[in-house]
Nanobody
Framework: LQLVESGGGLVQPGGSLRLSCSAS????????MAWFHQAPGKEREGIAF????????FYRSRVEGRFTISIDSAKSTVYLEMNNVKPEDTGEYLC????????????????WGQGIQVTVSS
């Protein structure tokens, strides 16, 4: 499975941005998908998770209510809608996938995209 992120860039505080993760080389029928965030000088952290089996989602508290993870199965694409962004949302965002019928909310993901930069600044 290959993953490619797109949609990053510069956004002002309070603004919105949508990241895309396009998957190829497999069918996303039983995967746990996730977006990870690595802020400058900090460890990578999973922030939004989605099970393609049953549609369940999970969010870290610092993004819950602001970010939304979703999937367009026909396009094999997973999205991260980011609203009301804050300067602390700055960093690299990576899409991850793992073969699982269950939602995986740890960092144990097998497939990774190359990462994409998001900068929140005025």
């Amino acid at each position: 499975l290959q993953l490619v992120e797109s949609g990053g860039g510069l956004v002002q505080p309070g603004g919105s941005l949508r990241l895309s993760c396009s998957a190829s080389g497999g069918i996303l029928d039983e995967y746990s998908m996730a977006w990870f965030h690595q802020a400058p000088g900090k460890e990578r952290e999973g922030i939004a998770f989605l099970s393609t089996s049953d549609g369940r989602t999970f969010y870290r508290s610092r993004v819950e209510g602001r970010f939304t993870i979703s999937i367009d199965s026909a396009k094999s694409t997973v999205y991260l809608e980011m609203n009301n962004v804050k300067p602390e949302d700055t960093g690299e965002y990576l899409c991850g996938a793992v073969d699982s019928a269950w939602l995986v909310i740890t960092g144990e993901y097998a497939y990774w995209g190359q990462g994409i930069q998001v900068t929140v600044s005025s």
